[in-house]
């Protein structure tokens, strides 16, 4: 993976997005500039950031080589301000402090870092304290580092799932001529499942069917089926 900086914010977590996105309306709304400059990072780019002060020449960018930016959950961002011909970052602590203040990141769902003012995180990540690795909090939650898990804005409603009843049963044909058998793979063995109906749970799971003909025989594989 890449030490390049990413501003996508299609990569962020669905979790600390839909916190975000909210967050970021108001603070427009409240007539402020607000512009995301780095969402998610690999964790290259982490050691990349962290080695500069320390063992390459540059300021000291983060504190940590365990950064929630690592699972989609931090978001670095700059204030824009008009200088009299075009909209210029303003990097000081009272321009940031204006923004917060005007609408508090804590009322969405997330959290700031005393230290480090561009930086709006999902609430909780580091821990009550803010002293807990963002890693524990991924583990918990089944997040790995370099694994962009991604969100979308507004959130997609996927649509209902339908109920056994809404599907309609499909009458068989009882006149469908014999001319070889339809082979299904149980435990013990290929069976002749001819005539036979499929039911497949309605679970949400894609069962994949492989059939392969033969000798005017049709063998179907993907799913073991009772003996
Ligand atoms: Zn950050």
């Given at each position: 993976?890449?030490?390049?900086?990413?501003?996508?914010?299609?990569?962020?977590?669905?979790?600390?997005?839909?916190?975000?996105?909210?967050?970021?309306?108001?603070?427009?709304?409240?007539?402020?500039?607000?512009?995301?400059?780095?969402?998610?990072?690999?964790?290259?780019?982490?050691?990349?950031?962290?080695?500069?002060?320390?063992?390459?020449?540059?300021?000291?960018?983060?504190?940590?080589?365990?950064?929630?930016?690592?699972y989609g959950v931090a978001a670095d961002g700059m204030v824009l301000v008009w200088n009299g011909q075009a909209w210029v970052a303003d990097w000081s602590a009272a321009a940031y402090n204006r923004v917060y203040a005007a609408v508090p990141p804590a009322r969405y769902g997330l959290e700031l870092l005393g230290w480090e003012r561009p930086h709006v995180q999902l609430?909780?990540?580091?821990?009550?304290?803010?002293?807990?690795?963002?890693?524990?909090?991924?583990?918990?939650?089944?997040?790995?580092?370099?694994?962009?898990?991604?969100?979308?804005?507004?959130?997609?409603?996927?649509?209902?799932?339908?109920?056994?009843?809404?599907?309609?049963?499909?009458?068989?044909?009882?006149?469908?001529?014999?001319?070889?058998?339809?082979?299904?793979?149980?435990?013990?063995?290929?069976?002749?499942?001819?005539?036979?109906?499929?039911?497949?749970?309605?679970?949400?799971?894609?069962?994949?069917?492989?059939?392969?003909?033969?000798?005017?025989?049709?063998?179907?594989?993907?799913?073991?089926?009772?003996?």
């Amino acid at each position: 993976m890449s030490t390049a900086q990413d501003r996508d914010r299609n990569h962020l977590l669905p979790a600390f997005r839909n916190a975000l996105e909210p967050w970021l309306a108001a603070v427009e709304q409240g007539g402020y500039r607000y512009q995301i400059y780095e969402t998610f990072r690999t964790a290259e780019r982490q050691a990349y950031l962290y080695a500069s002060g320390r063992t390459r020449p540059g300021p000291v960018l983060t504190y940590t080589l365990d950064s929630a930016h690592e699972y989609g959950v931090a978001a670095d961002g700059m204030v824009l301000v008009w200088n009299g011909q075009a909209w210029v970052a303003d990097w000081s602590a009272a321009a940031y402090n204006r923004v917060y203040a005007a609408v508090p990141p804590a009322r969405y769902g997330l959290e700031l870092l005393g230290w480090e003012r561009p930086h709006v995180q999902l609430r909780g990540v580091n821990g009550a304290d803010l002293q807990q690795p963002a890693s524990r909090w991924a583990t918990a939650h089944g997040l790995r580092a370099n694994v962009i898990v991604g969100s979308t804005w507004p959130p997609v409603t996927p649509p209902p799932a339908p109920t056994p009843a809404a599907i309609p049963a499909v009458p068989l044909t009882p006149a469908m001529p014999a001319t070889g058998r339809v082979l299904v793979p149980t435990r013990s063995g290929w069976r002749d499942a001819r005539g036979e109906r499929l039911v497949l749970p309605v679970t949400g799971e894609t069962v994949t069917l492989n059939a392969q003909a033969a000798n005017g025989d049709v063998y179907l594989g993907g799913v073991v089926w009772p003996d």
